[in-house]
C-alpha cells in the first residue's frame, strides 16, 4: 500500500470501524461531519504547554540545572567543540543571554523552543504519511511523555538534539519518497546540525543508512546524486566541528567514553542494564498509549478487532515499516550493545528514540484522527496526563523538599551565592572577579548571576577550560567556589587562596520553606607576579 493510498483510505476506513459498517456513502457522509468539527483544541493545549513549562520552573527553581549551567559558560567563548560536547547548545545559551542575561526562565522557554521545532517536525512527518488530523494526533501524543514536559527544564544538548533528530527523520523520509535533490540537501543541513548539538543522532544515521541499504526504494537513491550532495551538505556543516576535534586531540570522545562508566559488574549486569533501558522506552510512550486507549475506548470489542487488522495493514505500508523501523532499530541496538557490556544506558540518551512513536501510533490507529480529536474523552485525557506531569514536577521542586527538608538541586538560591563570593572578594580586591574557578553547579552560578560575568576555570584545569589565559589569571586572581574545601599550602591554578570560608549555601521551596543549606567553600585567590609552589599555612 503507498503513502497516497493509506492516506485517502485513513479517514474514511477509520469511520467506516467506527460506525460498523463498509466505507461507502454513508461513511462518506460521516466523514465529512467529522472534518467538520474543528480540533482548535489542539494548538490551545500547545500553546498552554509552552506557557506552563516554561513559567512552573521559573517559578518552582531558585537556579538553573547544572547542565545549563555549564552550556552558559561554554558559550561564552564561541568555540567549534567543548571537552563534553559540540557548541550548539552552548552557542544557544549564549544567544538567549545576549537578550535576555540571567532571567531564568528565558532558558525554560529556550528547551521549550526547541520542543516546540522537533512537534513541528512531527507533525510534518505525520501529515506526509497519514494526512493533517493524523498529524495533529501525533503532536498531542508527543507532549504527553516526560521528556517533552517534566524533563524539559534542563536545557542541555539532549534538548537540542531532539529537534534535529525530528527534522532529519521527517525531511529523510521526504527525500526518499520524492527524491528531489533540495530534500536530501535539507536531510543533511538537518542532520549537521544534529551532530553539532550531540553525537549520539550518529546512531539515528546509522538507522537511516540501514533503512537505504534494505529498502528495494531506498537502494535505487545510490545511483542518484541527491544523496549525494545531502552527504556533502552535512560534512560542510560538520567540517570547521571535525577540525577542532583533530585539533583538540578527540577530546570529547574521551568523555564519551568515560561518560558510559556505569558498567555494571557480573552476569546480572548484562541483564539489568538492558531491561533497565527498555524500561526507560516504555515509561516513556506509556501516557500516549494509555490517551490512545481513552480516545479509543468508545469502540466495542468487534470494532477494536476491525481496528487492530487495519493497524497490521498499515504497518505493512512503507511509510509504517519506515516508522517502525527508525523507531525500533535505535532502541535494539542500545538494547544490545548494553546486553553485550554490562553498561547501563542513561535515561536521557534514548530521548530522542521516542519522536518516531507518535507518528508511528497516529499511523497505525486512524480512528484516533478520524473522531477522537474531536471526541471529548481523548482531549480530556491530554489535558489530564498533561496535568499529570505537572503535579509530579510541583512535587519535585515544592512538595518533597517541603516535607524532607532537603532541596532539589534547582532549589538552591542562585543569587546569593554569587553575592557572598563578590562580597568575599570585595573585601580585600578592587572591583569583581574576572574568573571563578570550581565545579560546574558553583562556578557556574557565580558566573551567571556575577555583576561582571566572570568566565569558570573548571576545577582549575586547562583541559577543561581551554579559553583561560594562564598569565591573565596570574596576574588577575580569581574567586574560588567548590563542594572541595582548598587544602592548606596547596595553590590553586599557582594562585594562594586566602579568606576561606564555608557558606551555606541557602536552599527554599516557591513557597519561601527554608530548606537545608548546602555547604560550598569560597575564598578569594589573589593575583600574584609569579605561579606558587606552595602557600602560607602548609
Given at each position: 500500500?503507498?503513502?497516497?493510498?493509506?492516506?485517502?483510505?485513513?479517514?474514511?476506513?477509520?469511520?467506516?470501524?467506527?460506525?460498523?459498517?463498509?466505507?461507502?456513502?454513508?461513511?462518506?457522509?460521516?466523514?465529512?461531519?467529522?472534518?467538520?468539527?474543528?480540533?482548535?483544541?489542539?494548538?490551545?493545549?500547545?500553546?498552554?504547554?509552552?506557557?506552563?513549562?516554561?513559567?512552573?520552573?521559573?517559578?518552582?527553581?531558585?537556579?538553573?540545572?547544572?547542565?545549563?549551567?555549564?552550556?552558559?559558560?561554554?558559550?561564552?567563548?564561541?568555540?567549534?567543540?567543548?571537552?563534553?560536547?559540540?557548541?550548539?547548545?552552548?552557542?544557544?545559551?549564549?544567544?538567549?543571554?545576549?537578550?535576555?542575561?540571567?532571567?531564568?526562565?528565558?532558558?525554560?522557554?529556550?528547551?521549550?523552543?526547541?520542543?516546540?521545532?522537533?512537534?513541528?517536525?512531527?507533525?510534518?512527518?505525520?501529515?506526509?504519511?497519514?494526512?493533517?488530523?493524523?498529524?495533529?494526533?501525533?503532536?498531542?501524543?508527543?507532549?504527553?511523555?516526560?521528556?517533552?514536559?517534566?524533563?524539559?527544564?534542563?536545557?542541555?544538548?539532549?534538548?537540542?538534539?531532539?529537534?534535529?533528530?525530528?527534522?532529519?527523520?521527517?525531511?529523510?523520509?521526504?527525500?526518499?519518497?520524492?527524491?528531489?535533490?533540495?530534500?536530501?540537501?535539507?536531510?543533511?543541513?538537518?542532520?549537521?546540525?544534529?551532530?553539532?548539538?550531540?553525537?549520539?543522532?550518529?546512531?539515528?544515521?546509522?538507522?537511516?543508512?540501514?533503512?537505504?541499504?534494505?529498502?528495494?526504494?531506498?537502494?535505487?537513491?545510490?545511483?542518484?546524486?541527491?544523496?549525494?550532495?545531502?552527504?556533502?551538505?552535512?560534512?560542510?556543516?560538520?567540517?570547521?566541528?571535525?577540525?577542532?576535534l583533530v585539533q583538540n586531540g578527540f577530546t570529547t570522545l574521551g568523555y564519551l567514553a568515560e561518560r558510559s562508566d556505569g558498567t555494571m559488574t557480573g552476569p546480572a549486569g548484562h541483564l539489568i542494564g538492558p531491561l533497565a533501558f527498555l524500561g526507560d522506552q516504555a515509561f516513556a510512550i506509556a501516557p500516549m498509549l494509555l490517551a490512545a486507549m481513552i480516545g479509543l475506548s468508545p469502540l466495542g470489542r468487534e470494532r477494536?478487532?476491525?481496528?487492530?487488522?487495519?493497524?497490521?495493514?498499515?504497518?505493512?505500508?512503507?511509510?509504517?515499516?519506515?516508522?517502525?523501523?527508525?523507531?525500533?532499530?535505535?532502541?535494539?541496538?542500545?538494547?544490545?550493545?548494553?546486553?553485550?557490556?554490562?553498561?547501563r544506558i542513561r535515561t536521557m540518551w534514548g530521548m530522542s528514540f521516542v519522536l518516531a512513536a507518535p507518528p508511528l501510533l497516529a499511523l497505525l490507529l486512524p480512528a484516533l484522527a478520524a473522531a477522537g480529536l474531536s471526541a471529548p474523552r481523548f482531549r480530556t485525557a491530554a489535558f489530564a496526563l498533561g496535568t499529570t506531569f505537572m503535579i509530579g514536577f510541583i512535587v519535585l521542586m515544592l512538595v518533597k523538599p517541603g516535607?524532607?527538608?532537603?532541596?532539589?538541586?534547582?532549589?538552591?538560591?542562585?543569587?546569593?551565592?554569587?553575592?557572598?563570593?563578590?562580597?568575599?572578594?570585595?573585601?580585600?580586591?578592587?572591583?569583581?572577579?574576572?574568573?571563578?574557578?570550581?565545579?560546574?553547579?558553583?562556578?557556574?552560578?557565580?558566573?551567571?548571576?556575577?555583576?561582571?560575568?566572570?568566565?569558570?576555570?573548571?576545577?582549575?584545569?586547562?583541559?577543561?577550560?581551554?579559553?583561560?589565559?594562564?598569565?591573565?589569571?596570574?596576574?588577575?586572581?580569581?574567586?574560588?567556589?567548590?563542594?572541595?574545601?582548598?587544602?592548606?599550602?596547596?595553590?590553586?591554578?599557582?594562585?594562594?587562596?586566602?579568606?576561606?570560608?564555608?557558606?551555606?549555601?541557602?536552599?527554599?521551596?516557591?513557597?519561601?520553606?527554608?530548606?537545608?543549606?548546602?555547604?560550598?567553600?569560597?575564598?578569594?585567590?589573589?593575583?600574584?607576579?609569579?605561579?606558587?609552589?606552595?602557600?602560607?599555612?602548609?
Amino acid at each position: 500500500m503507498s503513502t497516497e493510498a493509506v492516506r485517502s483510505a485513513s479517514v474514511t476506513d477509520s469511520l467506516a470501524i467506527l460506525g460498523n459498517q463498509h466505507p461507502g456513502p454513508g461513511a462518506t457522509a460521516t466523514r465529512s461531519a467529522a472534518r467538520a468539527i474543528q480540533p482548535f483544541w489542539v494548538p490551545a493545549f500547545l500553546g498552554a504547554g509552552f506557557l506552563a513549562w516554561t513559567l512552573l520552573p521559573a517559578w518552582l527553581a531558585g537556579n538553573l540545572h547544572p547542565d545549563t549551567l555549564e552550556g552558559l559558560y561554554w558559550g561564552q567563548h564561541w568555540l567549534w567543540g567543548y571537552h563534553k560536547h559540540p557548541p550548539l547548545a552552548a552557542w544557544s545559551s549564549e544567544i538567549v543571554h545576549a537578550v535576555f542575561g540571567s532571567a531564568n526562565w528565558a532558558y525554560y522557554a529556550l528547551s521549550q523552543a526547541f520542543i516546540a521545532a522537533a512537534f513541528a517536525a512531527v507533525w510534518l512527518l505525520a501529515r506526509d504519511v497519514a494526512g493533517r488530523r493524523a498529524a495533529l494526533v501525533a503532536v498531542v501524543l508527543l507532549a504527553l511523555t516526560h521528556y517533552t514536559t517534566y524533563a524539559a527544564p534542563r536545557f542541555n544538548p539532549n534538548t537540542v538534539q531532539f529537534a534535529f533528530w525530528a527534522w532529519t527523520m521527517a525531511l529523510f523520509w521526504r527525500a526518499v519518497t520524492r527524491g528531489r535533490a533540495i530534500w536530501w540537501v535539507l536531510t543533511g543541513l538537518a542532520a549537521g546540525l544534529g551532530m553539532l548539538a550531540k553525537y549520539s543522532i550518529g546512531v539515528l544515521l546509522a538507522t537511516l543508512l540501514a533503512y537505504l541499504l534494505l529498502s528495494p526504494a531506498g537502494r535505487r537513491h545510490f545511483a542518484r546524486p541527491g544523496l549525494y550532495l545531502g552527504l556533502a551538505a552535512f560534512l560542510l556543516v560538520i567540517a570547521p566541528h571535525l577540525l577542532w576535534l583533530v585539533q583538540n586531540g578527540f577530546t570529547t570522545l574521551g568523555y564519551l567514553a568515560e561518560r558510559s562508566d556505569g558498567t555494571m559488574t557480573g552476569p546480572a549486569g548484562h541483564l539489568i542494564g538492558p531491561l533497565a533501558f527498555l524500561g526507560d522506552q516504555a515509561f516513556a510512550i506509556a501516557p500516549m498509549l494509555l490517551a490512545a486507549m481513552i480516545g479509543l475506548s468508545p469502540l466495542g470489542r468487534e470494532r477494536a478487532a476491525a481496528l487492530l487488522h487495519l493497524a497490521r495493514r498499515r504497518l505493512r505500508s512503507p511509510a509504517g515499516l519506515y516508522l517502525a523501523f527508525v523507531y525500533l532499530a535505535p532502541i535494539a541496538v542500545l538494547a544490545v550493545a548494553s546486553a553485550a557490556t554490562g553498561i547501563r544506558i542513561r535515561t536521557m540518551w534514548g530521548m530522542s528514540f521516542v519522536l518516531a512513536a507518535p507518528p508511528l501510533l497516529a499511523l497505525l490507529l486512524p480512528a484516533l484522527a478520524a473522531a477522537g480529536l474531536s471526541a471529548p474523552r481523548f482531549r480530556t485525557a491530554a489535558f489530564a496526563l498533561g496535568t499529570t506531569f505537572m503535579i509530579g514536577f510541583i512535587v519535585l521542586m515544592l512538595v518533597k523538599p517541603g516535607l524532607s527538608g532537603r532541596p532539589n538541586i534547582m532549589n538552591l538560591d542562585g543569587p546569593a551565592l554569587s553575592a557572598a563570593a563578590e562580597a568575599l572578594w570585595r573585601k580585600s580586591q578592587p572591583g569583581a572577579p574576572e574568573t571563578a574557578i570550581g565545579t560546574i553547579p558553583e562556578a557556574g552560578t557565580i558566573s551567571l548571576y556575577g555583576t561582571a560575568r566572570p568566565q569558570v576555570f573548571e576545577d582549575a584545569d586547562p583541559a577543561l577550560s581551554p579559553w583561560v589565559d594562564q598569565d591573565r589569571l596570574l596576574r588577575s586572581g580569581a574567586v574560588y567556589a567548590s563542594r572541595r574545601e582548598p587544602v592548606p599550602g596547596r595553590p590553586i591554578a599557582g594562585l594562594c587562596p586566602r579568606d576561606v570560608t564555608a557558606f551555606a549555601w541557602p536552599a527554599r521551596t516557591a513557597l519561601g520553606t527554608p530548606l537545608e543549606s548546602r555547604t560550598v567553600w569560597l575564598a578569594v585567590l589573589p593575583g600574584r607576579a609569579a605561579p606558587a609552589v606552595t602557600c602560607p599555612g602548609a
